[in-house]
């Protein structure tokens, strides 16, 4: 009876074990082309029930206990490396949609952007409330007001504006980096989206957005894309 209660008990210490293998890794060890999976568990369940000791067999409901336990463990390894693969997914789609955009002009939130002056600019400014005053004024990189662009009354909704380019006196403004600045009637400031050339695209860690570098040096969330220009 000794050398069965032993069998059982190392059945036992067999199937703890790799209870515990199974809850601290996250993948299945293989060895050659077999892996330690419920077939292993469900052999030595079997071997477990046959070497018990016949005058103290061991509860059924130990048995479903020791089964829903792998079982449990062997679902949470297979979300847990199917989740990963929808992840992995994931970032290579967003990587290829947001390489696509180096080279081009986007539209996004911002409140800076470079500028030709010699071709001007067009930008669209998000009104929160019905106003009879929006305005926007347009700062160069040295915070000096070089212009202001009367919008006039304006409904709910995106409305678009346009930077000729020029200096309040009508001189052509030099090339480079300007800001927009929009508000209503009582002052409260607006959303403006301005277009920006993408230089480079920057990936972000595991689960994070990506960045898109922009032209003059600022850089925005692929998210913040309202549009894609040419």
Partial sequence: MTTTTNVSNTAQSVLDQLSQQAASSSSTTTTGSTALGKDAFLQLLVTQMKNQNPLDPQDN??????LAQFSSL??????ESSVDSISTTYQSSQALQASSLVGRSVTVDAGSTTVDTSKGMT??????????SATVKVYDSNANLVDTINLGTQPVGTTSFTWDGKNADG????????????????????????????NSVTMGAAGAEMTLNLAGGTSVGLSKVQSVGT
């Fill in 61 to 66: 409901t130990a048995f479903v206990a020791q």
């Fill in 74 to 79: 062997e679902a949470m390894q297979n979300l």
């Fill in 123 to 132: 930008g669209s400014v998000a009104v929160a409330t019905a106003t009879s």
């Fill in 171 to 198: 001189t052509v403004a030099t090339a480079g980096n300007y800001s927009f600045v929009a508000t209503d009637g009582s002052g409260t400031a607006l959303t403006t989206y301005l277009p920006a050339t993408v």
